[in-house]
């Protein structure tokens, strides 16, 4: 009787945990929300200029920012202000731009 009551109470916490390891997993983080676009304009060199705008944070956390001009041909500049590696680069291995 005790056997089958262990057993129990085994599958009970087993099954609670992997419920509660699905929630978690599956409920997006804010670090992973879609970014939030909007439609922009201003004056850029004497000219009215039309552009979108998403907003949004990466996986690790950093906050990006990327404009777009309403006919966009997907080309995309990427400005790195900050940016650093997590690693050290071996001194044999050539930096681009210094």
Do not use: W
Request: some cysteine; glycine content about 6%; overall charge neutral.
């Amino acid at each position: 009787m005790k056997n089958i009551s262990l057993k129990k109470r085994v599958l009970a916490i087993a099954s609670a945990l992997a419920i509660t390891t699905t929630a978690l997993v599956a409920i997006p983080t804010a670090a992973n929300a879609a970014p939030v676009c909007s439609t922009k304009s201003s004056v850029y060199a004497d000219e009215y200029v039309t552009y979108q705008e998403c907003v949004g944070v990466t996986s690790d956390g950093a906050q990006y920012v990327v404009q777009m001009p309403i006919l966009f041909d997907g080309t995309l500049f990427l400005f790195s202000h900050g940016y650093r590696y997590s690693i050290d680069i071996a001194a044999s291995i050539p930096v681009v731009g210094g």
